[in-house]
């Protein structure tokens, strides 16, 4: 049985967790990017968050943001876990631990070993390797041989590679989105399935 956690991001209907509260991912994430086509507001966070199985940890995504606004969602009880998803950098990072004591994942796109060495010397609780901003890509996965500490895995991660990817690469915990949806929601059965692939380690094969 793989030991690796499951993120699915970009929740923002009461459905998706109600789905959620069923199959228990360790993470579930609210897009508060105002560029993204899943951003949720902080009130429509709130309501969402209330219905969540207290279980599972809800993951702020950001790109940018003041850290006064990021520390409020955390500190409200809105979010559990911070991720920054632009460019901050450890001051950033440092000036937020001022306001919240709340866990912080840092992205990184991944495109060559520079960014892998970056990534290892971050000073965030977690460290998430991308392919960008919700790409829906993967990236060279070969690059992260050189990452010494555990990751979150995202990028183009769908049913069809997440078995190889957990079997291969055995990252701390594996995040998707597009992955998961249709039409650009999200898909119950696609959320049931990635869940199970990435709990068992294989790929069904009907």
């Not at 219905?51 to 943001?65: H, Q």
């Not at 989105?177 to 119950?188: P, Q, V």
Request: glycine fraction near 8%; hydrophobic fraction near 35%; charged fraction near 30%.
């Amino acid at each position: 049985m793989s030991e690796t956690k499951i993120k699915l991001c970009g929740l923002s209907r009461a459905c998706d967790i109600d789905v959620v509260n069923v199959l228990l991912p360790e993470f579930i994430g609210f897009v508060f990017w105002d560029k993204s086509k899943r951003q949720v507001s902080d009130e429509q966070a709130k309501a969402l968050k209330e219905k969540l199985d207290s279980k599972i940890k809800a993951v702020g995504v950001f790109v940018d943001e003041t850290p006064q606004r990021v520390a409020h969602l955390a500190e409200s009880g809105i979010i559990d876990v911070i991720q920054l998803h632009g460019y901050e950098d450890d001051g950033y990072i440092s000036e937020l631990r001022k306001l919240t004591n709340k866990p912080i994942i840092k992205a990184f796109k991944i495109s060559d070993t520079t960014d892998i060495q970056k990534a290892e010397n971050s000073s965030a609780d977690y460290i998430m390797a991308d392919a960008g901003k919700g790409t829906g890509r993967r990236f060279d996965w070969s690059l992260l041989d050189g990452l010494q500490r555990p990751y979150f895995l995202a990028g183009g991660l769908s049913l069809e590679n997440v078995a190889d990817a957990v079997n291969t690469l055995h990252p701390y915990a594996v995040d998707v989105s597009s992955g998961i949806e249709t039409d650009g929601l999200k898909d119950e059965n696609k959320m049931r399935e990635f869940v199970r692939i990435v709990r068992n380690g294989e790929k069904s094969h009907d």
